[in-house]
Structure formats: C-alpha cells, structure tokens
C-alpha cells in the first residue's frame, strides 16, 4: 500500500478561481472506465488542495513528480496508480474514485472532492457508493459520474497496453472485460478493483445515480494523497451503511451460500450480516463473504512459480476440470455448479450443515 502524508496546501493561483459554482446534488449518470492515463486532478494547481492525486510509474510505483508528463503521451511515464481502485465497505456502501462533469460546476470546485452515489436503477438499485473525483470527463455527458474501474475499458487511447501490455487481456476499449474470470488476466494489482465490478456492483451496466457532495472519508483522501482545503472535518455528512432501499420481490432473508438474485429469481434477495449477494452469472447471485472484511490495497507482485495448495478466500476451489488447490484458508469451499466454485469466509457456527456440503465433495 502507498502511505501517503499530507503537506501544506498548495495555492498555485488566486483563491477567487476556485470552488466558483460548486455543485451540491443532482441526478445523473454512470459509466466505467479504467484507462490507466495519468488523471487530470493528479497536476499542479487544478484546485486548492493539500496535493495533486497521486501518480504512479509503469511499474505502479509511487512518484514525487506530479509535473511528469502522461503516460499515455509521447515520451511521458505518469500513470493511474492502482490504489485507485474501488472496494466494499459493506454489503451496501462501496469507496471509489471518478472521473465527473457536472452541470453548474467546473473543474476546480469538483477535483478531489467527494460525492454520495444512491444508485436508482439495474442490480445496484439503492446501493450506495462515495467517490472522489481524481478525473474531470471532458467528453461526458452533464452530471456524468465515469467510475474508476480496473477492466472496464482502457478508451481510445488504449492507455493500459502502453503501461502494461497484453493487449489482448482488456476487452472492449468502452466496457471493458465481459466476464469475473476475464479479470484473471489482468495485472495483479488491478485485480481486486476488476472483481469487484461483478461482485458488489453485481455487473451493473450504466446506473443512474441520485448524487450530493460530502464530506470525504479518510480512507478516500489518504489513499488518493489529496484533500481539498475548503472540505471539513471527516466523519460529518458521510454516508454509513444502510439497508438496500429496492424492496424485494419476497420477503426474508437468505442464509450463506444461498441464492439471492438472477434473471428469472423470485425469492428474498437480502443476506444475513457478514454476507454480499455476488453476481456468479446473470441467473445466479449467492450470498457469500462480504469481501470488505478481506480487502487490501492492491500491490504488484510477481505471480509464484507453482500454484498453492492452500487457496485463498474467493479463489476457485473445485469443479469439472478443477486441478488448482481444494483446501481453504480459513473459508470454505461453496458449490456453486459443477464446473466452478468459490471461498466463502466460516462466519457462522453452522456454515458447513447451512451450505449443505459434504465433506466428500472435496477429494
């Protein structure tokens, strides 16, 4: 993880320039992306702020020189650190980080500051989601949130194959990577942002978002290093997690390893505590670990020579074909169909019997 400490504010230009027509709430838009070019908030005097959003070089290692020209540029070597990425609080509230152009405000006021997401439609509907803005959308529509999303599609400029390569491993350059599995591919530091896309966010194409500014959260501005001077005291306006507002079509909750969502499902779609309704494919969602509870800031390593025999929580562990490891530290294994099968962290006393395994499914 980057550790990050925070100097003086930087004030490159009149104070008058900034914050000038700040927008507070709205309703809007959603997209992905994951272009790997070096943010716009990341340069000197955008806005008065503390420091610019961190950069990173193509190795993913902190730089210091927030002058250092684009990546994706002729010659530059300045990229989007992986830290960027978005991860689960719980199984209702998610931090990441976004590109915006809003309506009644400009790139100044919103560069670093944070905004609540309520999302109004698709899998996600009544989740919320935090982001702050390390990108300003000068091709988005207005009040457009383009959500920082490792896989979700590395644009025209194709910035990802000029910092890592593999050109092949990106999918579509608007959309990104189709499948969880195709997230496999990516470098290992992005990873864990590209699972979460079909994880918490249940492969959610596009929402449209009920969105206000708030105060930022402490774990957003000190993993991007930027925090603006005019934002108050953390911990005041910033939403907490709270139940998914779209009621569903049966009552009830579900238990572990039980199935929550999909195409053609009726039954109750709320997990018990400690779990997150996970998109497997579009007919299957089950209740599984809430991976807020696992996560760390991605870092790149170096993939080992030979596999583990001991997987790790949301590796694949068994199924048709399977010759990867089938013990689990610390979870269990779920069956999910014959040919695929994830981690489920043991948070309740009875998971085996609640997930009805067998120990003779395990060779």
Not at 156 to 171: H, L
Not at 180 to 187: H, K, M, S
Not at 301 to 324: E, V
Request: proline letters at 7%; one cysteine or more; charged letters at 15%.
């Amino acid at each position: 993880m980057h550790i990050l400490l925070f100097s003086a504010p930087i004030f490159a230009f009149f104070g008058s320039v900034y914050g000038a027509g700040s927008a507070v709430k709205g309703t809007g838009s959603t997209t992905r992306q994951w272009s790997c070019c070096k943010n716009s908030c990341s340069w000197p005097g955008k806005a008065l702020v503390n420091k610019p959003v961190l950069t990173c070089d193509a190795s993913d290692n902190l730089l210091d020189n927030y002058n250092r020209r684009d990546g994706c540029e002729s010659g530059g070597g300045s990229y989007a650190c992986s830290d960027l990425s978005p991860f689960a609080v719980s199984n209702d509230l998610a931090y990441g980080f976004a590109a915006v152009n809003l309506a009644a405000s400009n790139e100044s006021a919103w560069c670093c500051s944070c905004y609540s997401l309520t999302f109004t439609s698709g899998p996600v509907n009544g989740k919320k989601m935090v982001v702050q803005v390390t990108n300003t959308g000068s091709d988005l529509g207005e009040d457009q949130f383009n959500i920082a999303i490792p896989g979700g599609g590395e644009g025209s400029i194709q910035g990802c194959t000029k910092q890592y390569g593999g050109q092949d491993v990106w999918g579509q350059d608007f959309g990104g990577v189709a499948h969880r599995d195709d997230c496999d591919a990516l470098p290992d530091a992005l990873q864990a942002g590209c699972y979460w896309r079909f994880d918490w966010f249940r492969a959610a194409d596009n929402p449209s978002v009920n969105w206000e500014k708030v105060t930022c959260p402490e774990a957003l501005s000190s993993t991007s290093g930027c925090r603006r001077v005019d934002d108050p005291i953390p911990g005041q306006n910033t939403p907490s997690p709270t139940p998914t507002t779209s009621a569903p079509i049966s009552s009830g909750t579900v238990q572990p390893g039980g199935q929550c969502g999909g195409k053609t499902y009726k039954g109750p779609t709320r997990c018990v505590g400690g779990t997150v309704c996970t998109y497997v494919d579009e007919n299957s969602y089950y209740c599984l670990a809430d991976p807020a509870s696992t996560r760390t800031t991605p870092t790149t390593t170096t993939s080992p020579s030979a596999a583990p025999t001991i997987g790790l929580p949301y590796d694949r562990c068994g199924g048709n074909g399977w010759t990867g490891p089938t013990r689990c530290k610390d979870s269990v294994c779920v069956r999910i169909d014959e040919s695929f099968r994830v981690l489920a962290m043991p948070t309740f006393s009875s998971i085996s019997e609640t997930l009805k395994l067998a120990t003779s499914d395990y060779g």
